[in-house]
């Protein structure tokens, strides 16, 4: 019977084909993308302020709120706050992972991936809270700052515009510490998976043709590697944009765009204005993806 | 070789250790300036470990490197003036093939115009002409290859090494590129090091070769030298087919005790009763095996008194049936006759 029907569908590739995929796509249509079209539609909608109520009519009015200022400042702060965050996860990544790659005996290489994932088995929110403790006044950063006589220097951190904040547990460093730290693993996993992909005859061919290491470097692994950077961004980049937990957590009164959208679809019942604040990190994601795909990223992915 | 001359590739007692596997075992080579030279040998044998110390990819665990009689043995690659062709051609993916070609004048900071004239030329010297434009994955292997070759070549390097750079090209293709590598090794005149296991290969290209075994060199020598009078029962069956004759079947056909090379060719195959050239080492014993090739025929002869004995011999017959007679012809009576000078005496190897 079972035989029968395996033969069945072999003769029939497509409709094989149909079977195994039917259901993936149908998740994929009515729930993901399904989900998206409803957002995108209640984006061009509009509250009545008086009412409170939805109202049900095609407008760009919510999106000319998005460009008021305060909305325009949570907006480029969160950007600023990925970008940075991305900037420095690939500073921080690309190290470790050519150390992996290339230096570390596969001992060695193997704790260093333990040591990397470890963390996202655990919850994440603990994570956070746990940067909260070690950022907080009574917390062990600012307890290393007075032991090694820096207190003043944070002091003077702290007072600054934009990045400061009444200790390091309320400020926009704290924020940007304890994102670096959630999201850095999903920058060094795929440059490392690019770096093992780079033939080590392509490094050895160039040396032979007369280039020192860091010639080498420079002409044949980072061009090589750069698409797993990129890979590697997007997650950081996106997971920063869409992130609402640790500004929450660890932020003051300026919200990041994922705040704004839990705050405005729950508190004040403003869905058109929550969704229209979810489109921008769509946005900027998808101009960068555009971009990124330009550098063949999606090759490393 | 006349001493005057100085090497162009020294090795003095180099070896190399990995762990306790010693891949190139206190090997001494001295390659001529201009020679065409290859490290002969099966994989494992330590001949690619030779070129990577040479090359400088790997340092040896002991012994000096000289090359043109500057002591390189500590010296990165980018500081030898030798170049490889590599086995896997080792383009650069994310450069075209111009590019690939103007690696090293661009590392050497020659100027943009300067370097794709250079490319261009040397593009054409590989019958590439035009195709500078391309990425090396649009190319097919025989293409790549020669990419390879121009790469190399475009450093102007004294020596050139290449490690089996014919392997992946189907045996049409390598026959050509064969030709090729030793044409344009001859045109530019510059010492090349080549490693292959394939001994034909080996046999047609080279001035001289080095037999491998087991890290160590068997023999070197050239290509004839080798073929005809193998030192040590490795080379004699690695270096084109051979018939080991030792103990009671070498006293009994040859007459002397020891062990004996002995080339399927060089061997006639005579009907019972015949007449053998005056001098020469007869010897008995029934057909056995008869494997038809086309140009020749191969005979297994089970020799009296025990042994057996393989010739070749070239196919003259005008017929299908004669060529290749059916079963009757096994197990008839023949004698086998050869000139005593072929019977080479084998060293232990």
Redesign the interface.
């Known amino acids: 019977m079972l035989a029968q029907f395996s033969t069945y569908l072999y003769r029939r590739p497509r409709l094989a084909l149909a079977l195994l995929l039917g259901p993936p796509l149908l998740w994929l249509g009515v729930a993901y993308l399904g989900a998206l079209a409803a957002l995108l539609v209640q984006s061009f909608f509009s509250l009545d302020h008086f009412t409170g109520q939805v109202v049900h009519r095609l407008t760009l009015a919510t999106y000319g709120d998005l460009f008021t200022r305060a909305n325009l400042d949570i907006v480029l702060r969160t950007a600023g706050m990925a970008a940075a965050v991305t900037l420095a996860a690939a500073v921080l990544a690309f190290p470790l992972a050519y150390y992996m790659t290339f230096r570390a005996t596969p001992r060695a290489r193997g704790w260093l991936y333990l040591a990397i994932v470890l963390p996202l088995w655990s919850s994440y929110l603990v994570r956070v809270y746990a940067w909260k403790l070690l950022l907080s006044k009574e917390g062990i950063l600012s307890w290393l700052a007075a032991h090694t006589g820096t207190g003043g220097l944070l002091e003077h951190w702290l007072a600054l515009p934009l990045v400061g904040g009444p200790s390091l547990s309320i400020s926009t460093t704290g924020i940007f510490l304890a994102f670096l730290y959630v999201w850095l693993p999903y920058m060094i996993l795929p440059i490392q998976a690019a770096l093992e992909r780079v033939?080590r005859?392509?490094l050895?061919?160039?040396?032979?043709?007369?280039?020192?290491p860091r010639?080498t470097f420079l002409?044949?692994t980072l061009?090589?590697v750069f698409p797993g950077v990129v890979a590697g961004s997007i997650f950081t980049f996106s997971l920063t944009l869409g992130d609402f937990i640790v500004p929450s957590v660890l932020g003051n009164s300026s919200y990041f765009i994922g705040q704004a959208v839990l705050a405005h679809q729950g508190t004040s019942g403003n869905i058109p204005l929550a969704a229209a604040f979810t489109v921008v990190p769509m946005t900027i994601m998808g101009l960068y993806l555009l971009l990124a795909r330009k550098t063949g990223a999606f090759d490393a992915l | 070789m006349p001493e005057v001359k100085e090497a162009a590739v020294e090795l003095e007692r180099v070896t190399r250790r990995f762990g306790d596997v010693v891949a190139v075992d206190n090997v001494d080579l001295r390659v001529a300036d201009g020679e065409f030279f290859t490290l002969l040998g099966p994989s494992g044998s330590g001949k690619t470990t030779c070129l990577r110390l040479i090359a400088g990819f790997d340092l040896p665990s002991a012994g000096r490197i000289r090359l043109h009689g500057a002591d390189v043995t500590d010296r990165p690659p980018y500081e030898r003036n030798v170049n490889t062709v590599f086995q896997d051609y080792a383009l650069f993916p994310h450069l075209t093939v111009g590019e690939n070609v103007a690696y090293g004048p661009m590392i050497r900071g020659v100027a943009r115009d300067e370097r794709r004239r250079l490319a261009e030329e040397m593009l054409a010297l590989v019958e590439l002409s035009g195709l500078g434009g391309r990425k090396p994955s649009e190319l097919s292997g025989g293409q790549r290859q020669r990419v390879a070759l121009a790469r190399a070549l475009i450093n102007r390097p004294r020596v050139l090494l290449l490690d089996e750079p014919l392997g992946a090209l189907d045996l049409q293709l390598r026959q050509q590129m064969q030709a090729e590598l030793k044409a344009i090794q001859q045109r530019i005149g510059i010492t090349f090091v080549f490693v292959t296991h394939d001994q034909e290969e080996a046999l047609t290209m080279s001035d001289r070769i080095a037999v491998f075994h087991r890290g160590r060199i068997e023999q070197m020598g050239t290509p004839a030298e080798v073929y005809e009078e193998p030192a040590t029962e490795f080379v004699a069956g690695f270096v084109g087919t051979s018939n080991i004759l030792r103990g009671e079947v070498a006293r009994r056909w040859i007459g002397r005790d020891g062990v004996f090379s002995l080339r399927p060719e060089k061997v006639q195959l005579l009907a019972p009763g015949a007449a053998a050239p005056a001098g020469f080492c007869t010897a008995t014993g029934r057909l056995r095996e008869l494997v038809y090739a086309g140009m020749m025929s191969r005979y297994t002869v089970e020799l009296d008194g025990g042994g057996t004995l393989v010739l070749v011999a070239q196919n003259l017959a005008a017929s299908a049936r004669d060529a290749a007679p059916a079963g009757a012809e096994h197990g008839r009576s023949v004698l086998l006759a050869w000139d005593p000078a072929h019977n080479r005496p084998l060293g232990a190897g």
Do not use: I, R
């Open positions: 033939p005859s392509l050895e061919a160039s040396g032979d043709l007369g280039a020192p010639a002409h044949v061009p090589l």
